[in-house]
């Protein structure tokens, strides 16, 4: 069980690991509509699972906007496929001002199920939830959240990352970043460290170096425990996240 939710912890930073204020330039010119990135997910050397970011090539009209669909999904494999998980996140971003409008989420952990449906109201600040009944098959009342501005989820989030300018950044400036998960929204800051050459399956990679200064955590071995790589390029791909945790070290890589 305690492996399960560990992996589950992992494979979320697909998604997770970086919030991002819309404070920065929207015009998009760092990932492609039909991109699909996939990853491998590991515990220390051993491979424990595999996650996947997919771009649709449609365009889909919500709350009569224009958005991108953006998928994230992550599942178990080989030996930890004892310990079941198949998640899978859903969001619709404006392709203006990349904010979010509407996101699904699919949780499959062993006998747990969660199926979550949430539409943003930007204009007045509102995040209407909706969770499945899973005996009645039918969505609950919507429960109502305060959010900021313009506010992003997470998959939106990490996206807008994407489109910072690093050239204009300082090793150790810190990026203070915001975005709504379930029921809350977060504040954090993001730490550049520089950059480095790293290997990976697809050969040696420039990347910049980001540390999120994650919260209190009974998971994590301290506020410095996770690490991010992006490729220091025009599309700045997520290529690597490791994350120290107290039972040993969890990574998640970009695959061939």
Not at 15 to 31: E, G, P, T
Not at 138 to 163: A, S, W
Request: charged share 25%.
């Amino acid at each position: 069980m305690y492996s399960r939710k560990l992996f589950l912890f992992v494979i979320t930073f697909t998604s997770i690991s970086l919030f991002a204020a819309n404070k920065y330039n929207s015009s998009n010119k760092s990932f492609l509509k039909g991109e699909t990135l996939n990853y491998r997910a590991r515990w220390g050397f051993l491979t424990i699972g595999h996650a996947q970011t997919i771009i649709d090539p449609k365009v889909y009209l919500i709350q009569s906007r224009p958005c991108y669909k953006i998928d994230v999904k992550g599942q178990t494999n080989g030996l930890a496929s004892l310990f079941y998980v198949k998640d899978s996140w859903c969001s619709y971003i404006d392709t203006s001002d990349l904010i979010t409008h509407r996101t699904t989420r699919s949780i499959r952990e062993g006998n747990y199920a969660l199926d979550e449906f949430a539409n943003y109201d930007q204009k007045n600040g509102k995040v209407a939830v909706s969770i499945l009944n899973q005996k009645l098959k039918t969505y609950q009342e919507p429960k109502l959240y305060d959010t900021k501005e313009n506010v992003l989820d997470l998959i939106g989030g990490f996206m807008m990352m994407r489109l910072i300018d690093f050239s204009k950044k300082k090793v150790n400036d810190t990026i203070n970043v915001t975005g709504f998960f379930e029921d809350t929204t977060y504040s954090l800051n993001i730490v550049y460290l520089g950059k480095e050459v790293i290997d990976t399956e697809r050969g040696k990679v420039s990347c910049l170096i980001l540390r999120p200064e994650m919260p209190a955590n009974s998971k994590l071995k301290g506020k410095h425990s996770v690490v991010v790589w992006m490729a220091d390029d025009d599309n700045k791909t997520l290529m690597r996240i490791r994350a120290k945790m107290f039972v040993g070290t969890f990574t998640i890589e970009i695959a061939s």
